[in-house]
C-alpha cells in the first residue's frame, strides 16, 4: 500500500504539495481542496492507516506538531480559531493517517461536518497561505510569537 499511497508520494518526493512544515516524523500540507484557505494536512512520514495504528510512543510527538500547526496557522492568517479534526476510515479520502487543520472565523458558514469546499484563486495563492503558515510554523518552533 504505501507505494501507491499519495501521501507517502508526497513524503518520497515523487508527488508534489505545498508544504508548510516538516520534522523527520512528520509532514504537514495544504489540502487542495479546502474547506477554507490554509487548510492544512498533518501526516506521519511513516505509512499507517488510523490512529489506532501509531504507536503509542508515537503520540505525543504527533500531537505536539499538530498543535504547532495548528497555532501557526490561527496566527499566519489572523484566524479566530481552528477545527482540528481526524477521520478514521469513513470519510477518510486517503487511507493514511492524517489531521485536518482548519482556520475558523466567527460566522464563517461552516455548520457540523458538512464542509463546503473550494479551491484557491490560483496557484499564487495556494503559495502564499503555504508561505505564511510556515513562516509562522518557524517563529513559533524558535519561540517567537511576532511576525
Keep these: 500500500m504505501p507505494g501507491e499511497c499519495l501521501f507517502c508520494q508526497i513524503v518520497e518526493g515523487s508527488r508534489t504539495a505545498n508544504i508548510v512544515m516538516e520534522s523527520d516524523e512528520v509532514l504537514a500540507f495544504l489540502d487542495h481542496r479546502p474547506v477554507f484557505p490554509g487548510h492544512c494536512l498533518l501526516i506521519p512520514k511513516v505509512h499507517m492507516e488510523t ?31 481552528s477545527f482540528v479534526a481526524i477521520n478514521n476510515r469513513v470519510s477518510q479520502s486517503v487511507p493514511h493517517l492524517h489531521v485536518h487543520v482548519v482556520p475558523r472565523r466567527k460566522k464563517d458558514g461552516l455548520r457540523g461536518f458538512f464542509w463546503p469546499r473550494g479551491k484557491y484563486a490560483d496557484e499564487e495563492e495556494m503559495e502564499q497561505v503555504q508561505a505564511r503558515i510556515y513562516k509562522a510554523v518557524e517563529r513559533l518552533k524558535s519561540g517567537r510569537t511576532a511576525p
Design 51 to 81: 490512529l489506532a495504528d501509531l504507536p503509542a510512543e508515537a503520540l505525543g510527538g504527533f500531537f505536539q506538531a499538530a498543535q504547532l500547526l495548528s497555532q501557526a496557522v490561527e496566527t499566519a492568517l489572523s484566524a479566530d480559531g
